[in-house]
């Protein structure tokens, strides 16, 4: 008994081990006794910090403390209202963050919500109901269907008992369970037959088993377990903020350091030139960057609801906009979650089943040719037994109950208006239930025809179900049951009409069928039928089952969802790499992944057996080239996603079961299914699909990247404003100038510009080839792809050209006040204008003239507001003192337009001209490096 685990051992080995009576079950006072000893049967959580500490802690972030330095700055300068307006940043920032990470710990909560509150037990030899957190090991549970299972079984009786795994395994298909031990040494969860887990539900039949763990020493317990270690880490975009920050910070208290030292060298007054330092220090600082970041993000997610993906936790937006792999559970996601026949093979003849999931509307088709069933007697034989020879009940949701059920999302609920078809009882048979229905036999109207007389059930060691009904005075055994064994008590079969002798070719033509439906990874029952005399003894199984006339098989298959193909295709032309992970056999997964162009020619398919034997190092080598694991567990779920996320991916992890929730944890961004999913799964997801459509991840994906690129053009924008701000400034110094802007002047410009216009591109529209680029590297800095350079040239040029305006208006009368006025006047004005039309250039990685100039009509408002603010502060008389500006002459605007359009419109003709000579046909630019390496044309960034 050493060694073993609970499934090897027969009765008499696990109740010694256990030390239980199964017949009597545990005494109360020793089942009292392991309650104080094992703890309660309960899932445990961590130790969670106070909603103080956590609101604490969303205020020690590097940007946080920049933009408290920023208002100690504003209000020492007496610019309270940029004071107020950082401080409120700071605080919205917080609390959005404290609600986020308030709610995102609540995945264990649901999770215990899964267990069964009450048990049926044997104690004392007699049957008590009993809080299921008062279970302990040995004591006897009975289970019958309609039971969540109360804490992790070992069976010991079995009667035709069916339990629903797919929340643990990720099995679409119940599992009959048997009381037999089993003797292989590893097995998958799935293949444990004689056990059964915490939280799986009983379909059909009863069962009896013994407690052999409880709480978190159950599977369920361990995925609790995993979901406690699994750390979150930091999405792209916050790494970039935080890196970005502190770049920003250095360069520009370095820099004002130089204007303020170069100025008081040249001889200008100390105190102007503090003034004009802490000035430029302010505008330097983007204080507004984590508020224009907020609303791109969360007008991203007002978009992605509309398209049906809800958003939990805002950076997750940006961090699906790098995502490189895809990986996603196939039952329930992948695929419909419903059964469903797709393939019948009657006398020679393979006949196809067209219609989806559980609706009762469909044809048979044979070489392109609907069929007629009433004609055809094999298929009117087969889709009558299908229909007789069944437990399932098909029928319309209420709708009501559907709207419960869906009740976060409006469209699901509007589209229930008469309910959703559903089966209830066995998902096989509800599937040969559509079948007969698709062919005009409902169960009802053809069981009034056919009379119940009698039932066989199915059972694991025949695996054939048969009733015995009758009909105008006769009598009718129907059977359907593995093909194999069905074949054996057959003796006739219903060929080209006619039931003839079962010859060894006609046997041997029916296995070779069975073989190929197999192949494709269906799951194949067979149909027999036998006509019973009023002579005929039919009391047991044995009697009923003999002399059969064989009439077909039926292939049936969780189908893939119809639109998923194409989104896949999508996801490939992305560069986005789709990995299949299920807890399904590998036959099945394969053959749903080639359906679906998951899995290449060259691609590999691996069982979570095969992975138990490879080292984390093992995995990390083949882990590119894999793009299905099958019947792999919790654990093996979220070593791929963290041998993927090792190789330098940036994994997206779907699922709906409570076996995701781990590995969806702790993905780079965790997607969970809206309406099927779990509430384990919703919880520990970052991003819920509304509609269970893996097309919308594609959708969330676009607006992901979308929103990351909206956030370098507004980084783009603001710091080639900021650049040429201080430059303009430094060179003046630096040519022992007066100064060209004062103080006031440079702090409206940081207001006006950064303001409305840096607001309207974080709303603007995505470029059209955004999804036919490959991903980029999570480690890619802010200012890759000539970001970084796009910046200081066109700063330099708007501080080059802005002084210039300066230096030709003053001439050689600085030391007249009204005209170094006039000329700062004219600075002022091009200084603004420049950033004003730079930003148009902003909308494109390639040039202002790539894009039209329209489209963004929320940047056109933005850009028209601040110039009616620039014409206020030069034009009306009460503004004029304050900010030290003069009217100017149409002489002025004519050199203000020229000095502030070079920067932007010199450097995209240069980039046109430039990009004409280096276009070649069928060139490539490569960029990147490593796995994540790209190709672009190019015009690429």
Wanted: overall charge neutral; some cysteine; hydrophobic content about 45%.
């Amino acid at each position: 008994m050493e060694g073993k685990a609970w499934h090897q051992l027969n009765e008499a080995e696990l109740a010694a081990a256990l030390g239980t009576d199964v017949k009597e079950g545990l005494a109360p006072e020793e089942a009292a006794s392991r309650l104080a000893g094992h703890g309660l049967n309960e899932l445990a959580e961590r130790r969670r910090e106070s909603p103080f500490k956590l609101l604490i802690n969303q205020f020690k972030d590097f940007m946080v403390l920049v933009l408290a330095g920023a208002t100690v700055v504003s209000g020492l300068l007496g610019e309270m209202l940029d004071a107020l307006t950082i401080i409120a940043i700071i605080v919205l920032n917080g609390l959005l963050g404290f609600y986020q990470e308030f709610r995102a710990e609540r995945s264990l909560q649901a999770l215990k919500e899964l267990s069964a509150p009450y048990a049926r037990v044997v104690r004392g030899g007699r049957m008590e109901n009993v809080p299921a957190r008062d279970l302990v090991p040995g004591d006897i549970v009975l289970l019958e269907s309609g039971d969540r299972v109360p804490a992790d079984l070992r069976l010991i009786e079995s009667n035709q008992c069916t339990i629903e795994e797919a929340a643990l395994t990720g099995e679409s298909v119940p599992v009959a369970k048997e009381a037999a031990a089993i003797a292989a040494d590893e097995l998958p969860l799935g293949d444990r037959k004689n056990c059964a887990y915490l939280g799986t539900m009983v379909t059909r039949g009863t069962a009896k088993g013994v407690v052999a763990v409880t709480g978190m020493n159950t599977e369920m317990g361990k995925i609790a377990d995993l979901i406690q270690q699994t750390e979150e880490a930091d999405t792209p975009l916050q790494h970039r903020l935080e890196q970005l920050g502190k770049i920003l910070i250095v360069v520009a208290l370095a820099l004002t350091v130089l204007v303020v030292v170069a100025g008081v060298l040249h001889g200008q007054p100390l105190y102007g030139m503090f003034l004009a330092g802490v000035s430029l220090a302010v505008a330097a600082i983007p204080e507004g960057l984590p508020a224009i970041v907020t609303i791109a993000l969360a007008l991203g997610v007002q978009r992605m609801i509309r398209r049906k993906a809800i958003v939990r936790k805002l950076p997750s937006v940006e961090t699906l906009g790098c995502a490189s792999v895809i990986c996603s559970d196939k039952t329930g996601t992948l695929t419909q979650n419903k059964m469903t026949v797709t393939k019948v093979w009657v006398g020679g003849r393979v006949v196809e089943v067209t219609g989806e999931g559980y609706e009762p509307h469909g044809q048979l088709v044979e070489k392109g040719k609907t069929i007629d069933v009433k004609g055809d007697a094999a298929l009117r034989r087969l889709t009558q037994i299908a229909a007789l020879c069944n437990n399932a009940q098909l029928g319309r949701a209420d709708r009501s109950e559907e709207q419960r059920k869906r009740k976060s999302t409006r469209e699901a609920a509007e589209q229930a208006d008469a309910g959703e078809w559903q089966v209830k009882g066995d998902p096989t048979e509800g599937a040969l239930l559509v079948l007969a229905a698709k062919t005009g036999l409902g169960r009802s109207a053809i069981e009034e025809l056919y009379p119940r007389v009698k039932e066989y059930p199915f059972d694991a060691d025949r695996k054939r179900m048969s009733v015995l009904v009758s009909h105008q005075g006769g009598r009718l055994i129907c059977t359907k049951g593995a093909p194999d064994l069905l074949v054996e008590r057959c003796a006739y079969v219903l060929w080209d009409g006619k039931v003839v002798p079962f010859t060894g070719t006609l046997r041997q033509k029916v296995l070779q069928a069975n073989g190929e439906m197999a192949q494709e990874a269906l799951r194949v029952l067979g149909f027999a039928y036998r006509d019973v005399r009023s002579s005929d003894a039919c009391d047991t199984e044995e009697e009923a089952e003999e002399g059969l006339v064989f009439v077909g098989l039926s292939g049936m298959i969780d189908p893939p969802r119809r639109e998923v193909a194409d989104a896949i295709g999508k996801c490939r032309a992305a560069g986005i790499k789709t990995v299949m992970i299920t807890g399904d056999h590998q036959l099945t997964a394969e053959a749903i992944a080639r359906t679906l162009g998951i899995l290449p020619r060259d691609g590999k398919a691996i069982s979570g057996t095969e992975l138990s034997t490879l080292s984390d190092d093992q995995l990390d080598k083949i882990a590119d080239n894999v793009y299905v694991y099958a019947r792999v567990s919790p654990e093996h779920k979220l070593r791929i996603v963290q041998s993927l996320q090792r190789r330098g991916h940036v994994v997206a992890m779907t699922g709906d079961g409570v076996n995701d929730a781990p590995a969806v944890k702790a993905a780079d961004i965790g997607i969970s299914m809206g309406v099927t999913g779990t509430d384990v799964t919703k919880e520990a997801s970052a991003l819920v699909l509304a509609d269970d459509n893996f097309a919308s991840i594609v959708a969330a994906v676009e607006e992901g990247r979308g929103i990351y690129e909206n956030i370098r053009k507004f980084i783009r924008y603001l710091l080639a404003s900021n650049v040429g701000e201080i430059l303009v400034m430094f060179f003046a110094m630096m040519a022992a100038l007066p100064l060209p802007l004062i103080p006031i002047q440079i702090l409206w410009v940081n207001l006006v510009t950064d303001g409305l216009p840096a607001m309207a591109l974080g709303i603007d529209q995505a470029e059209s080839d955004l999804m036919r680029q490959k991903p980029r590297s999570a480690k890619e800095n802010i200012f890759a792809r000539r970001l970084g350079w796009k910046i200081i040239s066109r700063g330099v040029l708007i501080g080059v050209c802005t002084l210039a305006a300066f230096v030709l208006t003053l001439g050689g009368k600085s030391g007249d006040a009204q005209h170094l006025i006039h000329a700062q006047s004219v600075a002022f004005a091009t200084l603004v204008m420049a950033q004003l039309i730079h930003v148009f250039d902003c909308r494109s990685s390639r040039s202002i003239f790539h894009r039209r100039f329209f489209e963004n009509k929320f940047l056109v408002l933005a850009v028209l507001s601040s110039l009616i603010l620039l014409l206020a502060v030069l034009y009306l008389a009460p503004l004029q003192p304050i900010f030290k500006t003069v009217p100017l002459t149409l002489r002025d605007w004519a050199l203000v337009f020229v000095a502030a359009g070079i920067p932007t419109f010199a450097m995209g003709i240069g980039s046109v001209w430039g990009s004409s000579r280096r276009r070649r046909p069928g060139k490539r630019i490569t960029y990147g490096a490593g796995n994540n390496s790209r190709t672009a044309s190019p015009f690429a960034r």
